[in-house]
């Protein structure tokens, strides 16, 4: 019982980092979409669409499926990454800016979700053992 605990424990605590990383993805989102101009090159829009907006309901989607999660989240930040890239062209100014605010973010969330992921599966075969073993 007392490892339930831990391990719901575990998730939750990462569940609620991630949606304080993702509402404060959600304001930076919001208010890059507030600024883009009428014509703006649609690798701004994929840009913001895989990388800010999509990681909130990544961190949601951990509350029953933490690899799928850790995927969308992977995923979002190396196209969000790509796509802020070619969206800047030579010039460049805000790739490191970016990096730093929304892909090492994700990338963070992403491998973290995975290892907690990995760390439950654990815990429960373990759990499984012993009530195997110990019911024989």
Same mark, same amino acid.
């Given at each position: 019982?007392?490892?339930?605990?831990?391990?719901?424990?575990?998730?939750?605590?990462?569940?609620?980092? @991630?949606?304080?990383?993702?509402?404060? &993805?959600?304001?930076? /989102?919001? #208010?890059?979409?507030?600024?883009?101009? %009428? &014509?703006?090159?649609?690798? =701004?829009? !994929?840009?913001?669409?895989? /990388?800010?907006? !999509?990681?909130?309901?990544?961190?949601?989607?951990?509350? *029953?499926?933490?690899? !799928? $999660?850790?995927?969308?989240? !992977?995923?979002? =930040?190396?196209?969000?990454?790509?796509?802020?890239?070619?969206?800047? /062209?030579?010039?460049?100014?805000?790739?490191?800016?970016?990096?730093? *605010?929304?892909?090492?973010?994700?990338?963070?969330?992403?491998?973290?979700?995975?290892?907690?992921?990995?760390?439950? #599966?654990?815990?429960?075969?373990?759990?499984? *053992?012993? %009530? *195997?073993? @110990? $019911? $024989?």
């Amino acid at each position: 019982m007392k490892n339930s605990y831990k391990r719901n424990l575990i998730k939750y605590v990462y569940v609620i980092v @991630g949606i304080i990383i993702g509402y404060w &993805h959600l304001r930076i /989102g919001m #208010v890059a979409i507030f600024l883009f101009s %009428e &014509h703006e090159q649609i690798f =701004s829009w !994929l840009l913001i669409l895989s /990388g800010p907006f !999509l990681t909130l309901p990544s961190i949601l989607i951990a509350i *029953k499926n933490m690899k !799928l $999660s850790a995927f969308c989240l !992977l995923f979002g =930040s190396i196209v969000s990454f790509i796509m802020v890239i070619m969206a800047e /062209g030579y010039s460049g100014e805000h790739i490191q800016q970016f990096l730093i *605010k929304i892909t090492m973010p994700m990338l963070m969330l992403a491998v973290s979700g995975y290892f907690v992921d990995k760390i439950i #599966v654990k815990r429960m075969s373990e759990k499984n *053992k012993e %009530e *195997k073993e @110990g $019911s $024989s």
